[in-house]
């Protein structure tokens, strides 16, 4: 049975439009309040009515045909004859179920139109919702199968859009129990991301990650104050593991509510979670969870642009902000109605401009409460500049293949990998770098393929490329990709080469394989760019040992000297340093009136705490223990 409020909201909208157009039903799915129309040109004509009506009712509404005005042949005819050449249209899907057209493009901006011109014109003269998808200027198998099944899946997703809006827009109890954090993970530790938000009306998870490499994978869950049958929704801030590899756990244990990210993020989590069953399969490993749960976990997603506002439940509104971290990063922004508290959580954030990203976002309409991640809070942690880190970097691969050997840079496939990559560009584009191959190995080519799909996420370094120069700096004629382990030998053998492979601390994955074939061979130069935790084989170089224990190519355990050079070169980080982060602290605004660091090692927060409290005056920073629980209001 419908809520009063979910009435209430029906009533409202169509009360509002209906003297626009003749509406046939108002539905709300998931948190869109979505509006069937007639003739749904009669309404999106006046300027600004649904504008004004979502201002109104502070809702975000979406406006469609009853049912298609034109049949399929017809509507693509139109279609093609709408949209420019220069578009490139790779295909045009109909679903019937749903009304939707799926339009996939290489060039999106000309199929989309001036302010969406061209997408309004579609839905006005067809009846079909078109939805537009990139096409990746790298050709990706996983892409194609992954938006087959985003097709295919859009009828069931939008049944269950329409059950999660009963959850979305409940009756308020009208409780007094106040506002609650808990930190169920990444407190005084990096990995297992996840923070619980209770309020007077509802309960919201904040990330739900794995621990890569630490003695406990996952978030402490088994608290009481953890409760799955109350959860009212998850947001995830980003796609790194350590932040979402948890997600279809959830799921498989009866999960079944929202998930709010971008849709950037969407993409790279199912490819991240894809190549983990995959991986565990090859290895004879029983994955903690199936294809299903991960097919199930996607059906809950809702993508949200960064600004856009929506509710999330009775009393919660969620807005998403470039974190400049990774493509598809956001900073958490929740507007506690019922506690007149805002919450600003930036999962991993970086606050300076690289050639991938722009930095993270700094101002919002309150914040009450900040949640900041701290992975490089320590005395030590000033990272170089990214034309330091540049400068280092090409040294190093050319005094390398000057005596004859390759340089191994294991990269997080997701962010490091493409940061590494459009460095590398520009140094061969000035004849900074030997004309040497690149390879790149597992899953970077997927993650790569996404990244090209979607500029509008990107820096303005590569839009102005992408848009304005028509040249995809991640198509350069160096970068080669090895599509199986079998090559592996053959690219260690052969002249000077740069080779990029996950994973970035040598946890497992192509790059230990590489290390396996080049430590032992002093010619060649191992580069560590990424982060490395505790208890990893990537610290343990980092960290100077002489003898690596590695799987063999037989499968047995053997002992290896470093004998390849080891190198660290920092400035490719994708968090924000000890600098940075003072300097958010600073700027961000408004000013919060409570602080609480997470994602961070226990000593390096505790020696950032002091150097906090000298340079911001009069807020109160807290660095929460693994099960704590604060009282905001």
């Known amino acids: 049975m419908q809520s009063a409020t979910t009435d209430q909201i029906k009533r409202r909208v169509r009360e509002y439009l209906s003297r626009y157009t003749k509406i046939t039903k108002v539905e709300l799915e998931g948190p869109f309040v979505v509006v069937y129309a007639e003739n749904p040109r009669e309404v ?140 169920l993970g990444a407190a005084r530790e990096v990995g297992r991301s996840a923070i619980l938000v209770n309020t007077n009306e509802s309960t919201v998870l904040l990330d739900a990650g794995v621990s890569v490499g630490g003695k406990n994978p996952f978030p402490r869950f088994d608290l009481p104050i953890f409760r799955l049958d109350e959860l009212d929704a998850v947001v995830v801030t980003h796609a790194h593991l350590d932040h979402s590899g948890v997600l279809p756990l959830l799921f498989k244990y009866g999960y079944r509510g929202p998930v709010y990210l971008t849709k950037p993020t969407r993409d790279l989590i199912m490819l991240l979670l894809y190549d983990y069953i995959n991986l565990s399969q090859k290895m004879g490993i029983i994955p903690f969870f199936s294809w299903r749960d991960v097919v199930n976990l996607m059906n809950h997603m809702i993508v949200l642009d960064y600004g856009e506002t929506v509710d999330i439940s009775p009393d919660i509104k969620l807005t998403l902000y470039n974190a400049g971290h990774i493509l598809g990063s956001s900073l958490a922004h929740l507007n506690i109605e019922s506690a007149r508290h805002n919450i600003l959580y930036t999962g991993d954030f970086r606050f300076r401009d690289t050639k991938l990203l722009d930095k993270a976002a700094r101002k919002f309409p309150r914040v009450e409460t900040l949640i900041m ?136 994955g192509p790059s230990v394989d590489y290390l396996r074939l080049m430590v032992s061979d002093e010619r ?47 400035g490719f980080s994708a968090h924000a340093d000890k600098v940075q982060l003072l300097t958010y602290l600073m700027s961000v605004e408004p000013k919060p009136h409570r602080v609480f660091l997470v994602h961070g090692e226990e000593s390096k927060i505790r020696s950032f705490i002091p150097l906090a409290h000298k340079s911001i005056q009069g807020i109160r920073i807290s660095a929460p223990h693994i099960g704590e629980t604060f009282k905001l209001a």
């Open 524 to 570: 060649n130069s191992i580069v560590l760019v990424s982060y490395q935790a505790e208890g990893t084989l990537g610290r343990r170089l980092k960290e100077g040992i002489e003898e690596i224990r590695i799987i063999n190519e037989d499968g047995e355990l053997t002992k290896m000297p470093v004998k390849a050079k080891v190198h660290v070169v920092e």
């Open 44 to 183: 999106l004509d006046v300027p600004d009515a649904i504008t004004n009506a979502a201002k109104t009712l502070k809702k975000k509404i979406i406006v469609l045909a009853s049912k298609p005005l034109k049949d399929e042949s017809s509507a693509v005819e139109f279609i093609r004859k709408l949209i420019p050449p220069k578009a490139e249209i790779i295909d045009i899907k109909f679903v019937h179920e749903t009304s939707e057209v799926y339009i996939v493009a290489k060039r999106t901006g000309y199929v989309v139109g001036k302010g969406g011109s061209n997408i309004l014109e579609i839905l006005k003269e067809t009846g079909w919702r078109p939805i537009i998808i990139r096409a990746p200027t790298i050709k990706s198998a996983f892409l194609d199968t992954f938006y087959n099944i985003l097709i295919s899946g859009s009828s069931d997703r939008k049944k269950i859009m329409r059950k999660l809006s009963f959850r979305i827009y409940r009756q308020p109890i009208g409780a007094n129990r106040g506002l609650f954090v808990t930190f």
């Open 373 to 508: 991640e701290c992975t490089y809070c320590g005395e030590r942690d000033v990272l170089p500049s990214l034309k330091e880190a540049e400068e280092s970097l090409f040294s190093i691969i050319r005094e390398t293949t000057e005596r004859g050997g390759k340089v191994l840079i294991p990269a997080l496939a997701v962010g490091r990998a493409q940061e590494v990559m459009l460095s590398l560009v520009d140094g061969f584009r000035r004849n900074e770098l030997p004309d040497v191959p690149v390879y790149l190995d597992g899953m970077i080519y997927d993650s790569t393929a996404i990244h090209s799909a979607y500029p509008d996420f990107l820096s303005s370094y590569v839009r102005n490329r992408v848009f304005k120069e028509d040249r995809d700096p991640f198509t350069d004629p160096h970068f080669n990709f090895v599509s199986t382990p079998d090559e592996r030998p053959d690219v260690t053998t052969g002249g000077p080469a740069i080779i990029i492979a996950p994973s970035g601390m040598l946890t497992g």
